[in-house]
């Protein structure tokens, strides 16, 4: 299992950002797939995840008007558009795969396999 997630950088405050996922090493339509993200000094925090079919995503309510997780099946891929950055957004975002047959994912215990992270900073 192989998750390379990108898109990571420098944005302003209010702009935004397509992060994405390239899953590789496994059938990608069987699991779901989610992002955390975690900030320097604090515990990585669950940010959005998709069902397997990608009809379904979970989200704290703090995140569901700015962040839109998506995911497409037939480039064995998974994205996160996040809009109105803040400089609270920096963090380093890691895409996961979940373990089988969990039908909502949304615990780090949840997911079974983890990407490298890529760096989000946003300038104020």
């Known amino acids: 299992v192989q998750l390379q997630a990108s898109g990571g950088g420098l944005a302003q405050a209010g702009g935004s950002l397509r992060l994405s996922c390239a899953a590789s090493g496994f059938t990608f339509s069987n699991y779901g797939m989610g992002w955390f993200r975690q900030a320097p000094g604090k515990e990585r925090k669950f940010v959005v995840s998709i069902s397997r079919s990608g009809d379904i995503s979970y989200a704290p309510d703090s995140e569901k008007d700015r962040f839109t997780i998506s995911r497409d099946n037939a480039k064995n891929a998974v994205y996160l558009r996040m809009n109105s950055l803040k400089p609270e957004d920096t963090a380093v975002y890691y895409c996961?795969?979940?373990?089988?047959?969990?039908?909502?994912?949304?615990?780090?215990?949840?997911?079974?396999?983890w990407g490298q992270g890529t760096l989000v900073t946003v300038s104020s």
């Open positions: 996961a795969r979940s373990k089988a047959n969990v039908r909502r994912a949304t615990l780090p215990f949840d997911f079974g396999y």
